[in-house]
C-alpha cells in the first residue's frame, strides 16, 4: 500500500507528521512526502521518498502559496497511490481537484480561516474559506487536532464530523538531564523556564519578556526560530536582559527529550490573534507533558481543559504581563514544592501517541482500505 502525503510547511518542524509516518509505515505504507524544499535538506523522516517542489524564496507570501498549489496539482497527474493525504488548504485543494487522487484525507491542524495573519485580511480569508470548503466536501474523511477546530469546520462547511486525533508525544520514561544548565552556564539555584517551537510574526512575546525582567530568580530559554528572532533578540540587548532571556537554535525532534527534560517549567503564552490560537493544542504541550513540566499556559479553552483536569499548571491572559508576572511566582513556589508531580505522571501515561494512534489507524483504515 502507497499513501502520498502533500504539505507545505517545513518538514524540520513536523513532529505531528512524524508520529503520523511512523505509524503507517508500521502498519507498511510506503509513504511519499511532497512538500516544499530540497531532498537534501535536514529533516527528520526516514525511508520515505521525497518529492520536492521547487519554490523560490518566500519573498512574496502570495505567490508562494499560488506556485505550491499550482506544481503539486500539475505533480498530481502523475501521482500513483492507494490513498492521498492532504495538510491544511493549501495541499488540500490542488489534490482535491483531481479525481484520480482518491481516496483522499484531509487533516486540518489549523483553523486555516482563523489565523493570525488571515483573520483581518477578509479577501484572504474568503479565499482560503473557499478553497478549504471545495476540498473538505470532496475528501473521503477529515481529522483534525482538538474537539474545538471539529465542531467549528464541522458547522462552517456542513460537513459529517471528523475525527479528532491529538498532538500527543510518544510516552517516555522521566529523564534526568542538565543539558540547559550545562550549555548555558546556569546555576542550579536558578528556575529555568523553556518555550520551544516557532517564533512566528503573529505571536507577541513582550508581555511574556516583561514579566521576566521582575523574576530574577528564573530564566526564560527560547529554543527555536522564526520571523521575530532577531528583534526578540535586540530587545533583549536594549534592555541588557541577557542574564534572563536566553536563545537556543532549533533542534530535530529527536533532540528534544533530552532538553525539555533539562527545564523546570514549560511556557505556551500565545497571544488571542483569531481562534486558530484559541482552540491551540499544540505538540509543545504534549511533550512538556512528557517531560513532566509544570505547565504556564495561555487561558484559552483547550489548553485550560487539559491543565485542569490534571491539575499541572495555571492558564493567565498571555496579554498582561503583570498577570503573567503573579502566575509565574506562584508557579515557581508551587513546581518547587512538587505540588504538580502527581497530575503530570498521571497525564503523560493518560496523553500519548501509542494512546492516539489507535485512532489514527482506525481511522485510515477507513478511509483507504
Known sequence: MKMVIAILS?????????????????????ITLVSAGSASGEHPFQGVEFIPLRLKPRRRLKRYYFAFMWQLFRLSRQLEADCFLAVDPPALFPLALRRRCRPLIYDSREFFTEMGTVVKRPLIRQ???R???????????????????ERELRQLYGVNPGQVIRNTARAQTPLTSNYLRRHFNLP???TILLYQGGLWSAYDFTPLNEAMLQLPQAVLIYLGDGPLLEGMQQWVAQEQAADR???HPRVVPQQLPEITASADIGVILIPPAGKSYWYLLPNKLFEFIQARLPLLVS????????????????????????????????????AGQGDFDAGL?????????EQEETSFRNFVRQQCV
Do not use: K
Not at 512524524?18 to 505509524?23: A, I
Not at 478553497?131 to 477546530?149: D, H, K, P, Q, S
Not at 505522571?345 to 501517541?353: G, I, P
Open 345 to 353: 505522571d498521571r497525564a503523560a501515561r493518560e496523553l500519548t501517541w
Open 127 to 129: 479565499f482560503w474559506y
Open 131 to 149: 478553497l478549504e470548503r471545495f476540498g473538505i466536501r470532496r475528501a473521503n474523511g477529515w481529522m483534525t487536532v482538538c474537539a474545538g477546530i
Open 10 to 30: 517545513d518538514l524540520y518542524h513536523e513532529t505531528r507528521l512524524l508520529r503520523m509516518v511512523e505509524t503507517l509505515q508500521q502498519d507498511g505504507w510506503q
Open 188 to 190: 542550579p539555584e536558578q
Open 245 to 247: 532571556i536566553l536563545f
Open 299 to 334: 487561558d484559552f479553552p483547550e489548553l485550560m481543559d487539559v491543565v485542569t483536569e490534571y491539575a499541572i499548571g495555571t492558564g493567565v491572559d498571555p496579554t498582561d504581563s503583570e498577570a503573567i508576572l503573579i502566575a509565574l511566582r506562584h508557579l515557581v513556589t508551587a
